[in-house]
């Protein structure tokens, strides 16, 4: 079942009921103001950092009642209802919510009277823009009242929810003609305000939400909008909100157009004060004279439009399946945008109060990112590789504002120091900008032990090298990534945190997947130390990938498949010898996609494996058999019930290493069996099951033994995007961007048929056609580079034309 549809030419997702299985979301903002916004209006802003300097306020723990959002409420005689339906949830005459790229638009009908909203972030500017058009459909004149409504956050989100004592005291605000400025904790050590103002003269205001809604009222029933008069009150503590009142005449056929703004300002600490006790206004009135009109307004929206068609042009498909395209071209290369910005910090799954920026997240982020826009990336890599350990271990995670790492969830998780081998390789290769690998990067923030972040890589090899257990594996440490295979935890006691208990340096549990990861980045580490000309760190480095590929085939091999780990009492984990967790997809997907077992067969027989064992029509598992009861000695994976999450669900993140790993063996038709099960737009069609957005990847879909097999969580913020877009874009359709230059070798079904490629790739343009006559799944007979036939698959790399033409036959 569907509660929508993909209208591609638009770039949008349109649904036709608020009453989705879950909030549909979408984010708007692509570089510091971020806003969430949901199908029926829910959601939250925030400047740079969702949990140090939130905008307004949302409810927690409470996802599918979806409260508090920017809401507009509409009073039409006795009848008052909003164009997004919540929060009256007033049935409406029709409805619909069309979330585009950065932005969301509603239109919403009610007796007569449509109102429709389209809501974005203009490039540049910290100001959300929402423009209501409000239309008399009717054959009689209408009076009615619009109001706004946005709720202040008192800025730290989560001191916000728990600190009543103080925060009920502190909330201050001022209004000058149409707009209301929310200055909570300016007087002291902030020196920034927020603004929420309209384009027209207001017949009245209210700052405070207990006259907003008057007592025991919530939003759906707010007093002054049922009397249809707010009182104009300057709130004083308690809890400040924003709300306009405007009263508009329509005749028959009339529109009214109104442009809201809500924006985020700074100023000098100088330079905070009109005078004593009044905020200087002169940025935020300058902010929004830039948007006093409707052409101001379609002005700004235009530019987002094209910001994003020029992005999103830089990877182009067009090929006989919709959903590939519609993935590639639109979504799915969205959805990486988002993530690169996110990480996992603020979703409807995330709260934006617990996860700042993840190490070995952000990293992976950026595979999928790197092409839109390589300078963000390359600051990126600065940021993260800024919070390292001077041994080559990591913070896991680091605050977006600071950029300081956050001691809260700890460190040594072992593969973090890798994945930013990952990241830097990924930007090297697209961009050819070496010059990053000379930058003097800090360590934890301390700027004078800094380093080339070429020294950072090594030290990140190193750090494996240096620890490695009894058989020569590397140690797990905390975990790797699995975030819940936590071997040196053993948490006996509620409230522990599985990833920060117990030490962080267990001298024997080892992890197969690190290995595998290992060997991988290891080689992409040599390729950079050979580009760089030491070719002696490049055979140390060689040297030490063969001595773990031996040590994964001695003791990481169970005979049909890969070992996951040694526990701390170098007990197997994911072999056949094992009660419970006999095989597991990690090492499968990294040890293949690394090249080990390729030659002698083993990797066919791992991957054989996962089919036979993990595979469900909704993706691949986990691991199979599930945990039944909880292991002490294995952590938090044993914690989930059967099916969910680490514990044999459908880690989507993981699905697309086993689609990539049965590229590197040729086998085309399994790569995109495995990527269709999880892929958005192939499966809409039974959104009543999936429940999560049909345009977007969600971390996990519960697995076969759970409960609701099929269900999805965790919607938007997913490693995922960012594989799913490498494995389609890369590995399947086989455009692969090398040191040397774009690498041309697809490995598709047989009959996925003809394609063509535009790739924007160091500023030129490749159009690529890609021919299979002979319906092969993999093997590249011939490549024409502008008439002329090369060798091999790689179109070196020389910057002298703006376009290269290039034709590729298969086999
Ligand atoms: C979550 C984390 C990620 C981890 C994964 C598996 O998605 O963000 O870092 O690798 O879970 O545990
Ligand atoms: C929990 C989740 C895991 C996530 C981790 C982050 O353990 O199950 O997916 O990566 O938290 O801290």
């Avoid at 502190?170 to 920034?192: A, L, M, P, Q």
């Avoid at 007093?223 to 009142?245: D, E, M």
Wanted: proline share 4%; net charge negative; glycine share 8%.
């Amino acid at each position: 079942m569907k509660y929508g549809f993909f209208d591609d030419n638009n770039k949008e997702y349109v649904i036709t009921t608020p009453k989705t299985p879950l909030p549909w979301i979408n984010y708007l903002g692509c570089t510091d103001f971020f806003t969430l916004i949901s199908n029926t209006c829910g959601g939250y802003t925030f400047y740079k950092d969702a949990k140090l300097l939130r905008m307004t306020r949302y409810r927690y723990n409470d996802t599918t009642l979806d409260t508090n959002g920017k809401y507009f409420y509409i009073k039409d005689g006795d009848t008052i209802w909003n164009p997004g339906w919540q929060p009256t949830k007033t049935e409406l005459d029709s409805y619909e919510c069309r979330h585009g790229i950065g932005y969301s638009k509603f239109t919403g009908a009610k007796n007569d009277i449509e109102a429709a909203l389209v809501t974005f972030v203009p490039i540049g500017d910290p100001v959300e823009l929402t423009k209501v058009t409000l239309t008399n459909k009717g054959n009689a004149k209408k009076d009615i009242q619009l109001f706004s409504y946005v709720e202040w956050c008192l800025w730290n989100a989560d001191d916000d929810m728990k600190n009543y004592q103080r925060n009920l005291s502190i909330g201050e605000v001022e209004v000058v003609d149409s707009t209301i400025y929310h200055k909570t904790e300016y007087r002291e050590r902030r020196n920034h305000y927020a603004v929420y103002s309209v384009n027209a003269k207001i017949d009245a205001f209210e700052t405070s939400r207990d006259e907003f809604r008057g007592a025991y009222n919530g939003p759906d029933k707010p007093a002054a909008v049922i009397a249809g008069k707010l009182n104009s009150t300057i709130a004083s503590g308690w809890y400040p909100i924003a709300s306009h009142q405007l009263n508009v005449s329509l005749n028959p056929g009339e529109s009214k157009t109104f442009v809201f703004a809500l924006g985020y300002v700074e100023n000098a600490e100088d330079d905070k004060w009109e005078k004593p006790g009044v905020i200087n206004k002169k940025k935020a009135d300058a902010l929004l004279a830039k948007y006093q009109t409707t052409e101001d307004f379609d002005k700004a929206f235009d530019g987002l439009c094209k910001y994003w068609n020029e992005l999103l042009s830089k990877f182009h498909i067009a090929s006989k399946d919709e959903h590939v395209n519609r993935m590639v071209n639109i979504w799915n290369q969205y959805q990486c945008m988002v993530t690169f910005n996110m990480s996992r910090s603020a979703s409807y799954y995330e709260t934006g109060i617990g996860r700042g920026m993840g190490f070995r997240d952000s990293c992976q982020d950026l595979l999928g990112f790197v092409h839109l826009i390589p300078d963000r990336a390359r600051e990126r890599i600065i940021d993260i590789a800024s919070t390292q350990f001077q041994d080559g271990s990591a913070y896991h995670q680091y605050q977006p504002l600071t950029k300081k790492g956050n001691s809260d969830i700890g460190s040594g998780f072992n593969d973090d120091p890798l994945w930013l081998i990952a990241g830097t390789s990924a930007y090297i290769r697209e961009t050819g900008d070496t010059s990053i690998l000379e930058e003097m990067v800090p360590y934890d923030n301390d700027m004078s032990v800094a380093t080339t972040l070429m020294e950072h890589l090594k030290r990140s090899f190193n750090y494996i090298v240096n620890h490695k257990g009894p058989h020569d594996l590397p140690l797990i440490g905390r975990a790797d990534w699995n975030d819940c295979l936590n071997l040196n935890c053993f948490s006996e006691h509620p409230g522990e945190s599985f990833q920060c208990f117990g030490p962080s340096e267990g001298p024997v549990a080892e992890s197969v997947f690190i290995a595998g990861m290992f060997v991988k980045y290891g080689r992409e580490y040599a390729a950079l130390a050979k580009l760089m000309g030491d070719t002696a760190e490049e055979a140390r480095v060689l040297a030490e990938v063969d001595k773990m590929i031996a040590a994964i085939e001695k003791d990481g091999w169970d005979g049909e498949w890969f070992v996951r780990a040694y526990d701390a009492y170098s007990q197997k984990i994911g072999s056949k010898e094992c009660e419970e967790g006999q095989i597991y997809i990690e090492p499968q997907g990294m040890c293949v996609m690394a090249g080990v077992g390729v030659d002698d067969g083993n990797a066919k027989k791992a991957l054989d494996s996962v089919k036979e064992k993990l595979d469900t029509k909704y993706g691949v598992m986990i691991l199979q058999p599930a945990y039944t009861r909880y292991h002490l000695e294995l952590g938090e994976i044993t914690s989930y019930p059967p099916g969910y999450k680490e514990n044999a669900g459908i880690f989507c993140h993981n699905n697309p290493w086993i689609s990539i790993a049965e590229t590197c063996i040729g086998r085309g038709d399994r790569a995109f069996e495995v990527y269709k099960k999880t892929c958005p737009s192939y499966i809409e069609d039974i959104s009543e099951i999936h429940r999560t957005e049909p345009y977007v990847y969600s971390q996990m879909v519960a697995g076969a033994d759970a409960k609701f097999h099929g269900e999805a969580k965790n919607s938007w913020l997913t490693g995922t995007a960012a594989w799913t877009f490498t494995n389609i874009s890369q590995y399947i359709l086989g455009i692969y961007p090398t040191l040397e230059g774009l690498s041309v070798n697809p490995c598709t079904p047989a009959e996925f048929g003809d394609f063509n490629v535009t790739r924007v790739y160091r500023g030129v343009t490749y159009n690529i056609e890609i021919k299979n006559p002979n319906k092969v799944q993999k093997g590249v007979a011939s490549l024409l580079v502008d008439g002329k036939e090369i060798q091999g698959n790689i179109i070196p790399f020389d910057g002298s034309k703006d376009t290269v033409n290039v034709i590729a036959t298969m086999r």
